[in-house]
């Protein structure tokens, strides 16, 4: 596929741009990867599908930064990278963060996914390979993963909010507020939603094995109106979140496991999973959160208990016996939102409508899978609301959202330091190349 590698090259301008004014430079394709010219003319139906495979792939692009910078920042989990010791000082504000350091991929790797999906879209207005109803197909796929990558970059960003028009890499838009660029998410989510709802009964294009299930129009409709509910109560409008919860895949009798996969091989040109531990990488617990594990909770297992505690002593101490045990393997899938995410958030929306009764119903499906006692804590809204929190700390560790949760209540101040010297960071800081942007074209 390596029309489709070059096609994301460009990725979002703001990417690949540095210190030079791009404005300075034609945009031109390039004669020896000639991919992003072709597939805008007049594309065939199998530069479509290449192209589709590509968004799917692409998807995956910034996972393994991303699930560790926020983890990392949150303190549920920390990087004991032998080779590298920003991932224990700067993301935990023990120095201040460098906006041009590794760590700013888990913003702009996702610069990658948008500007594929971009391309898709553009292709699709200016062919007529396929018909109206497997356009719609292609551009309801393209909107969902769209609107999932601009989330994982707002959720790194913050309060800096995130650029919602880039089609034109050249001439991109002002960052928009954190509030306006959720909305502008919420849009991208919808519009694919209705494109799925005119895709007709199948896609036109193959879909990987990590979406089955999800691999029609109407079923990838679910995963989408999932992405839409989490960015729902980002905005805390419940009432919506209430409505949204009923199109997604939300089962309360299915598998908490259930939802659509990423998927690895370590045979070129696809790559292995990047989340597993190496001989330079241990994604670790932290220390007091697993010690402090209700006896008997089953999902103990997703960290193993080291014979030895690890200890990192670049630029800071700390020490842990617990290790993730999620994935050990090259090949082993990673969600991208499960079912037991959505019955977190059932509970969750229950608890905002003072819904005592289904707030607590939807707790204890979690805590009767994780083999513990039904809920029996006080049930005032705040008090439900800190329930679910701290089931959503350990059923989704290592998915990346302990930090945005507590952030987005307001309650980063409550998450326990490692080390007493740590801080728990807000947001990242802008990117070196957007802010050379910024300054460059005021």
Not at 398 to 405: A, C, F, I, P, Q
Request: hydrophobic share 40%; with cysteine; aromatic share 10%.
């Amino acid at each position: 596929m390596k029309f489709i590698r070059y096609s994301l090259l460009m990725a979002v301008a703001l990417v690949g741009l540095n210190a030079c004014n791009p404005l300075k430079t034609d945009l031109v394709i390039d004669p020896n990867f000639p991919s992003v010219g072709s597939v805008t003319n007049n594309a065939t139906k199998g530069q479509l599908d290449a192209l589709a495979v590509g968004q799917f792939s692409l998807a995956r692009n910034g996972l393994s930064s991303y699930l560790q910078v926020v983890g990392t920042i949150g303190k549920e989990l920390f990087n004991f990278n032998t080779t590298e010791s920003r991932w224990m000082t700067e993301l935990n504000g023990l120095r201040p963060i460098d906006n041009s350091a590794f760590y700013n991929r888990a913003t702009t790797d996702f610069g990658l996914p948008i500007r594929q999906a971009n391309i898709v879209i553009a292709s699709l207005n200016s062919t007529n390979s396929v018909t109206d109803q497997q356009k719609n197909g292609y551009r309801g796929m393209a909107n969902t993963f769209k609107g999932l990558a601009y989330l994982y970059m707002l959720n790194a960003q913050g309060s800096n909010g995130v650029r919602l028009s880039v089609e034109d890499p050249f001439k991109p838009s002002k960052a928009a507020t954190y509030a306006e660029s959720l909305t502008g998410i919420a849009k991208i989510l919808d519009d694919g939603a209705s494109q799925l709802d005119q895709a007709g009964a199948s896609f036109a294009f193959p879909v990987p094995a990590g979406f089955n299930g999800f691999n029609t129009p109407a079923t990838f409709k679910q995963f989408n109106r999932a992405i839409a509910l989490r960015v729902a109560i980002y905005q805390a409008d419940w009432a919506k979140a209430a409505t949204l919860l009923s199109q997604t895949f939300y089962s309360a009798s299915g598998s908490l496991t259930a939802g659509p996969q990423y998927t690895f091989s370590p045979t070129p040109p696809d790559f292995a999973n990047p989340l597993i531990n190496t001989a330079t990488i241990r994604i670790v617990g932290i220390q007091k959160m697993w010690d402090e594990i209700e006896a008997g909770d089953k999902r103990i297992a997703k960290v193993r208990v080291l014979a030895d505690p690890a200890t990192y002593s670049s630029g800071v101490t700390y020490t842990t016996k617990y290790i993730q045990n999620m994935y050990t393997s090259g090949t082993d899938p990673v969600p991208i939102i499960r079912n037991e995410e959505l019955i977190l958030i059932a509970a969750e929306i229950a608890a905002q409508q003072n819904n005592v009764a289904e707030a607590t119903r939807n707790i204890n499906i979690i805590r009767t899978a994780a083999g513990l006692p039904a809920y029996a804590g006080a049930t005032t809204k705040d008090a439900l609301v800190n329930a679910i929190l701290k089931e959503r700390m350990y059923s989704l560790f290592y998915e990346g959202h302990r930090w945005v949760d507590m952030r987005r209540y307001n309650k980063l101040g409550e998450i326990a330091l490692p080390v007493s010297t740590m801080k728990v960071l807000e947001r990242l800081e802008k990117p070196v190349a957007e802010v050379n942007w910024d300054l460059q074209n005021p």
